[in-house]
Every structure is written in structure tokens, then in C-alpha cells.
């Protein structure tokens, strides 16, 4: 049995932590299983070596700044296998590219190509743990490439898929995936259990516990990931192939995200190609557009509303502006002061009602909706920043979530 | 015309530092020569990192440490290449290991093998500076080594010996090499020039501007070496092959060394095999012995004295213990609070007196000799610790060596 087990930052923060870490991998290992472990950069490092950056270069290259960031891993890992030599346990490291993970080449954000994985399985058939730094690679031109936000569960993932292992164990600062933020519901619940297609729209909406692209590759690959934490060890959430022979929940969890705002161009004519060429313009601009709502038509127009990272509305206002025009719209708008609140829940299929619901909790509360966007199994609702949190709780009380699913 | 340029520690200790080398590197690739630099790893980075392996383990694997240690370096190249790349002045970083810096498998302190440097030279054909991390490279069994102390400096020569370079510049807090530590003597002076014979006995004895391997790599690959100061950027000091056409200096500098101590067997045997029985059980224990004086015999048995590194003193009383009872000797002896304090000078193998008026010197001054050893080019005295500062200005003022040569 082989177990792929990923320590985020956190877990790794100090050589306390190291210690503790490498304590645990022993016994995971004592229990018969064989074990691959992927590292972040200890605590604050990546960040670190950002500010480093920023002190010699206005803008700094690509190329470059991979090759930088990449050393926190490093340092972090042979640090683990050390610790776990000292325990009498055979370790051997590995950078992304000694494990042959191929990227493409594109800087900062690159995507794993292949998974070659020689060297680690050789390690595993001597008796050694596989440790391997997350996050990096090295991509098709031989040059180290980094995977961006969340990109050691991704090399986690990747590897479990491509060496066969039974689950991928990624072990983080919280215990689990919870049905709520449990800073904004006190009483939210740690879940058990999630499909792959819940956890990705809780991903997608505000859900940080895993990052979107690591939850795809363990959905398309049939990787098992277990979430738990690094600071209790105790059983957190399996993230897993929706079961067809059990009920599901209705709905799992109320996920928010605070980190969009919205852009409305008002009286746009309402003929074939509109949308196509503003949407066009904004991808060239590599604005990420998450939410996009069309009304219906009146009198041959209509308003588009579209949220997009709030960082990026700057940018976005321009390439509208510019559209704008060539679309005789009358107006352009935006608000900064927004915020998503989603139900996801994988039951949601085959219950109706669940908007309505929905719906009526919110104007219970007085809460008025912005937008409106449902996945099969999600309901997003744009509402007040200010009055989203409001949202969250009422939303988890109306819908039981802190009962025992 | 190519240059190599290899930074030190100080030289690329904060950003400021990092973008002035910066700045030095495009003013020489203005005046039209290709550039290839070499760094280390900035400031106490080394320092930091091996703190943090012994803080996770009793004794840092070698593999593993070598594997941390380089993660140093990985960050000084990167960022002196965002800096080069801010200025316009296009860059590119590589590892021990792109740059083909093949290396034995000896963990700590890996001999180079082979610099292969296809991608080194594939950047200068594309107009770019190639920056190198010094120290480290990549083992025929495809794992990281570092080359130990000195390590950059050896990096350096090895890749102006592969590139065919017409010059290595070795960048580093001080001017140049002095005719004696400035610290103790301050009216030392700068040498202009001295040969590499002369170099390698003053890296030997005491004189830590330049480590002795890479001194010992440039005589053999005949490299100019020139030791100059990225602080003030003015000339330092040619490390070349011995014109046979100029009269060299009698006496270049005085160096003094404070880090060995002497151990002493009394009364052996004197006949054949003592000698190698005693050295052969301290080279088993990787101890290095530096001077070894053994005295006339007299009826039948001798006294032999030799230096050892202070860090392994104990190691060494521990092997001579054992093997001095073999030899039947009377008695083990050791002093820690001994120097050594070297003249070194080309010019001295065609001038006879030189150590009569060295031993004079120290007569003169009251300073015992307890042990002495010499070279064509080189005459050492061991004398008491706190008498080796004394010696050293007696004897620098002695043979005039703050006059200009």
C-alpha cells in the first residue's frame, strides 16, 4: 500500500514542527504502509523570497523568479529528510525535476505535463520515504518552472495518480473541510465526507481548504484525498467518488468569497456576437470572469453584469470602457463592495425547491440578491459584502448544517 | 574576450549589494567582454541553514545537507539575474547542475570532475550573461553536492579553465592579498602581483583571501587569477604564472595561522615503519596532519612533533594513544595555545640566509621556536600563541615588506 501524504506551510513552519512531522511519517510507515511526501516551503518563506525579489527587480522575470521560489521546497524538504534520517528512517529528496514532473513552460503557472516518477519509485524499492518538494517542476525547454497558487497539492495529487497510491493525505492547518467558514459559523461542522464535484464548486466559491486545479486532477485520475490536520492528526475529510448507493446530503456546505466585484454595461444592443466580443476583449486581457448574467431583453437591449477578481477590476474598466463604446452601450458600472454566497450540495439534483428555499431565507433576513448563477449542484447568490456573513449563518441554520449529516 | 567573475557572500548580501554587482557586471559587459559570474550564497545564508539542519537532526545527512545548502546560491543567482534583467542587461541562471559541473560523489566536499557548460555557452551565444551557482554540482549519480569550503572560488577557476576565459576576477571584502593580515599589521601592503606557487603556500599557511584548491586549479589549468574588491571596485591583486623574465621578490608576505595545535610523541623506536604506523592511523581517521618534524635520533629512539587542526585534537590524541603504546613510547604530549607564523617568497630558492635572518628575527624579539619546516619558496616557525602577532610585525618590519616592490 502506498500512501502520498502533502505538509502545506504551516506544517513545516519551524523545526519543532519538522520534528513532529517527520514523527508522524515514521508512523505512518511503522503501520506497513510505504510513503511518498510532498513539502511546501516552510511558514512564510514563499513570501519572503517574493519581497527579496521586489528589492532588486521592478519587475521580476519569469524565468527567474521561479528559479528563486523554487529553493524554499528545497530547503524545506532536505530539512524533513534529515529529520527523518535522524529517526532512523531512510529518506531520500527529490526537486520537481530529479521526481520528472514535466511542465509546459509557462513561468509561474505551469502545468504538469507528465509525471515521470523513476527515481522516486526506485527510492520507494530500497526501502527509502520518497520526499519531494512540491509546487515546481521542470518544463519541456529544461527550465524550473513553478505550478502557482496551490501547486503542491497538485504535485501531490499528480504523483498519487501516477504511482498508483491508494490516497492522497494532505495534511494542512485545519482539521478538515467544514460546512461553513468556522471563523464565520462557530457551530459549522467538519465534514466526513465530500464527492470530487462538491469540493470543486466549494473550491471554485470561496471553499480554501484545497486548491481547484489539485481537486480536477484527483477527480479525472480517481485519486482518494484525505484533508486533515497537521497539528492534531486526527480524522478529517475524504474527498472522494460520489457513492451512487448512499443518499446525499442536499446540500454540504455554504461556502462565501469576498474577493470579487462586479461590472454591469447597461442598454447594450442585443444582437448575435455581443457578448462574444466583450468577453473576447476581457480573455486577451487574461481577466479571469467568473459569474456573467444577461437579462432579458427589452426594446432590442439589454444589461450584462459579470463579476471578476476585485485585483483585476481596474484592468477590467478599461477593456470595458473601450467595448463599451463600439456596443453604443449607455453606461458602464461596477461595485467593489459585493460579495458570493453559494449552497452546494451534491442531493440538490433530485430536490427541488433548494433555490426557493434559498431565496426565502434571504429576504428573510432582509438580504437582497444582486445575481444569480446555479451550477446541478451549487446556487451562488451575489449579495452587499457587508451583509454576506448574515447570509452564511442564516443560510447554515435554515439548511440544518450543523446537525450530524 | 570572455571574463569570469565570482562574487562572494559579502558581495551579494542584501539587495543594495546585489544591485550594485549588478550595475559592475553591465559596465563590463559595456566595455565589450562576455561575462559568465559565479555566486555564493548571500551573506550568513550557509550559516542560517546549516543552524536549521542541526536544530532538525543530531547528524545532517551528507546527501541531504548538500541538497539544502545549495539552496543558498539558487537564491543569490536568481535574484542578481532579476537585477541584470531590470538594468536591460538579458541573464539567465543555472544550477551546479545545468551548468554541467560534474562532480565525484564525495558529499561535503565533491571534487569536480568534469564542466560540460553547453548551456553556459548556448546563453553567451544568445548575448546573455550566464550566472552560475558556486559551490555545487551535480554527482555521476545524479545527486547535489557542494565542493565544501572555498567551494565558489573553485567554481570560478573551473569554468574560466572550461570557457577558456582570458581572466577569473574573485570579487570579493577586501582589496587584494597583503604582505601580512592588515589587522595585525596595518602598515601591510597590497601585492600587485604574485605567482601561483606563492599563492598556494600563503593559502596554506594561513592567508584565507582565496581558498587553496582553486589556487591549485588555476596553476594547473593556467587561469589568471584576480582578487579584487567589490566594494570599492579598484585593482587587486594578479595571481599569475611566475614571469621567469622578472626578479622576484625575496620575501612577498608574512602569514600566520592560529587554528592548529602540536602534539608530540616522545621516545620512539626510531626504525622503519614507526613513522607510517602513527600517520597511516591519523589518515584512517581523516585526520589531517600539517607539519611533521621529527629529530635526530639518539640511542635508538626519537621525539616526533606534527600539527593537527585544533577542531580534531581530540580525535588525534585519541589515535596517537593507541598506536603509541604499539610503538612502546614514553609519553603523548599536546599544546593547543601554538601559531605558525610563514615567510613566503619566490625569490627565496636563489637566496641563501633567508632563514638564518628569520630565526634571528625571532631571537632577537625573545620568541621561541619550537618547531620549524620549509619549501623552496616557504619557511614556517611554530611559537606560542600569543607571541605569533609580535612575530609577525618583527618580521614584516624586517624585511621591509610595506616598501613597494
Known amino acids: 500500500m502506498l500512501t502520498v501524504q502533502k505538509y502545506g506551510g504551516t506544517s513545516v513552519a519551524d523545526p519543532d514542527r519538522i520534528r513532529a512531522v517527520a514523527d508522524h511519517i515514521a508512523r505512518t510507515r511503522r503501520g506497513g504502509a510505504e510513503v511518498v511526501v510532498v513539502v511546501s516551503a516552510m511558514g512564510k518563506t514563499t513570501d519572503d523570497l517574493l519581497r527579496l525579489a521586489r528589492e532588486v527587480a521592478r519587475q521580476p522575470h519569469g524565468r527567474e523568479l521561479d528559479m528563486l521560489l523554487t529553493a524554499g521546497e528545497r530547503i524545506s524538504m532536505s530539512l524533513l529528510c534529515m529529520a527523518l534520517i535522524d529517526l532512523g528512517v531512510p529518506a531520500v529528496s527529490f526537486t520537481g525535476s530529479q521526481a520528472g514532473i514535466v511542465t509546459d513552460t509557462t513561468h509561474g503557472k505551469a502545468k504538469i505535463l507528465e509525471v515521470r516518477g523513476d527515481r522516486i519509485r526506485e527510492a520507494l524499492a530500497r526501502g527509502a520515504v520518497a520526499v519531494v518538494a512540491g509546487f515546481q517542476g521542470i518544463s519541456t525547454d529544461r527550465d524550473i518552472t513553478t505550478l502557482g497558487r496551490g501547486g503542491s497539492d497538485t504535485t501531490a495529487v499528480a504523483l498519487a495518480a501516477a504511482l498508483g497510491a491508494e490516497v492522497c493525505e494532505i495534511y494542512t492547518d485545519v482539521s478538515g473541510v467544514f460546512s461553513a467558514d468556522p471563523r464565520v459559523v462557530p457551530e459549522a461542522r467538519k465534514l466526513s465526507r465530500v464527492s470530487f464535484d462538491e469540493m470543486l464548486e466549494m473550491a471554485a466559491t470561496g471553499g480554501r481548504v484545497l486548491a481547484l486545479r489539485s481537486v480536477e486532477f484527483a477527480r479525472n485520475h480517481h485519486v482518494p484525498i484525505h484533508v486533515r490536520s497537521s497539528f492534531t492528526w486526527e480524522p478529517g475529510t475524504w474527498v472522494v467518488e460520489e457513492d451512487p448507493t448512499v443518499e446525499q446530503a442536499i446540500i454540504s456546505a455554504v461556502t462565501h468569497d469576498t474577493s470579487e466585484a462586479k461590472v454591469t454595461i447597461a442598454q447594450v444592443a442585443d444582437r448575435p456576437g455581443v457578448a462574444a466580443a466583450l468577453f ?43 467595448v463599451a463604446a463600439d456596443l453604443e452601450a449607455t453606461g458602464v458600472s461596477h461595485d467593489a463592495g459585493i460579495a458570493r454566497v453559494t449552497l ?33 449542484i451549487r446556487i451562488s447568490c451575489v449579495v452587499a459584502e457587508a451583509e454576506v456573513e448574515r447570509a452564511v449563518r442564516a443560510l447554515h441554520r435554515a439548511f440544518e448544517l450543523e446537525a450530524a449529516s
Open 280 to 322: 473576447r476583449a476581457l480573455a486577451d486581457e487574461a481577466i479571469n470572469v467568473d459569474m456573467i448574467v444577461q437579462n432579458v431583453s427589452t426594446a432590442g437591449h439589454t444589461d450584462i453584469s459579470f463579476t471578476v477578481p476585485r485585483d483585476d477590476l481596474h484592468r477590467a474598466l478599461t477593456v470595458v470602457a473601450k
Open 344 to 376: 452546494v450540495g451534491a442531493g440538490m439534483k433530485s430536490n427541488p425547491g433548494v433555490a426557493a428555499r434559498m431565496f426565502e431565507v434571504l429576504a428573510a433576513e432582509g438580504i437582497n440578491i444582486e445575481m444569480i448563477s446555479t451550477s446541478s
